[in-house]
């Protein structure tokens, strides 16, 4: 145990320094702006307590230390994430974490995050990798536990599991409080109203046949 955890300092270590060095979210005006979530508010953000009011129970959070429910999309895969709801002492902080589970062969499909920069560490497993740059050219890379790697703000990505019988774990650190999700297969097929056929038969190519056929599977 005690090799496994010195194997992953490093890569904790750059994780934080990549994430202290990116430009995403505005800088706070304060120390900090404990996220004042029983008044729902449109803004940046959310409204701030009374920093006397502040603890610590507002810095420190369990949400990632439980696996999520894999079985709730037909990729096997599951995202937990910080929010101001579960870990009020972000608010402003232009961070966010997310924990990754992913079944046998699980996949993260195709997506995008439009307000974040990514950096992922395989925890468990074998994942393989990759995002497409605005040429189309793929990066791909295999990462095993104590590896990381590195998804550049708004280009399409996916993390997928090698392995058969043995499911898989990573933790990722995103650059932005709210850095949004958008998975490519559902923002075409699931949209709501629906996108029309036309666009999709001609951008994909496939026949009103496909189309029906992938928004079923997709659940749309």
Same mark, same amino acid.
């Not at 194997?7 to 430009?23: D, E, F, I, M």
């Not at 006397?52 to 949400?63: G, I, N, Q, V, W």
């Not at 040429?135 to 104590?146: K, M």
């Given at each position: 145990?005690?090799?496994?955890?010195?194997?992953?300092?490093?890569?904790?270590?750059?994780?934080?320094?990549?994430?202290? =060095?990116?430009?995403?979210?505005?800088?706070? #005006?304060?120390?900090?702006?404990?996220?004042?979530?029983?008044?729902?508010?449109?803004?940046?953000?959310?409204?701030?307590?009374?920093?006397?009011?502040?603890?610590?129970?507002?810095?420190?959070?369990?949400?990632?230390?439980?696996? %999520?429910?894999?079985?709730?999309?037909?990729? %096997?895969?599951?995202?937990?994430?910080?929010?101001?709801?579960?870990?009020?002492?972000?608010?402003?902080?232009?961070?966010?974490?997310?924990?990754?589970?992913?079944?046998?062969? %699980?996949?993260?499909?195709?997506?995008?995050?439009? !307000?974040?920069?990514?950096?992922?560490?395989?925890?468990?497993?074998? #994942?393989?990798?990759?995002?497409?740059?605005?040429?189309?050219?793929?990066?791909?890379? #295999?990462? !095993?536990?104590?590896?990381?790697?590195?998804?550049?703000? %708004?280009?399409?990505?996916?993390?997928?599991?090698?392995?058969?019988?043995?499911?898989?774990?990573?933790?990722?650190?995103?650059? =932005?409080?709210?850095?949004?999700?958008?998975?490519?297969?559902?923002?075409?097929?699931?949209?709501?109203?629906?996108?029309?056929?036309?666009?999709?038969?001609?951008?994909?190519?496939?026949?009103?046949?496909?189309?029906? !056929?992938? !928004?079923?599977?997709?659940?749309?």
């Amino acid at each position: 145990m005690k090799k496994t955890s010195h194997s992953l300092l490093p890569s904790l270590l750059t994780l934080a320094l990549l994430l202290g =060095s990116t430009k995403a979210d505005p800088h706070p #005006l304060q120390d900090y702006c404990i996220a004042d979530t029983s008044k729902p508010f449109y803004l940046n953000g959310a409204p701030c307590i009374d920093p006397k009011l502040s603890a610590s129970s507002h810095f420190t959070t369990a949400a990632l230390s439980k696996p %999520g429910n894999t079985k709730a999309t037909p990729y %096997g895969f599951s995202v937990k994430v910080t929010n101001v709801t579960n870990l009020p002492g972000l608010n402003t902080m232009g961070l966010t974490m997310a924990r990754v589970d992913l079944d046998p062969n %699980g996949l993260v499909p195709l997506h995008s995050h439009p !307000r974040a920069s990514e950096v992922t560490i395989c925890i468990k497993g074998s #994942l393989l990798v990759g995002f497409v740059n605005t040429s189309n050219y793929v990066f791909t890379q #295999l990462l !095993r536990p104590g590896e990381s790697f590195v998804f550049p703000r %708004g280009l399409i990505h996916f993390l997928y599991n090698m392995e058969t019988m043995d499911s898989a774990l990573a933790v990722s650190g995103l650059s =932005s409080q709210s850095p949004g999700t958008q998975i490519a297969a559902f923002a075409a097929f699931t949209s709501k109203p629906s996108m029309p056929d036309e666009v999709l038969k001609k951008s994909f190519q496939i026949s009103n046949q496909d189309v029906t !056929r992938i !928004r079923r599977n997709l659940g749309g």
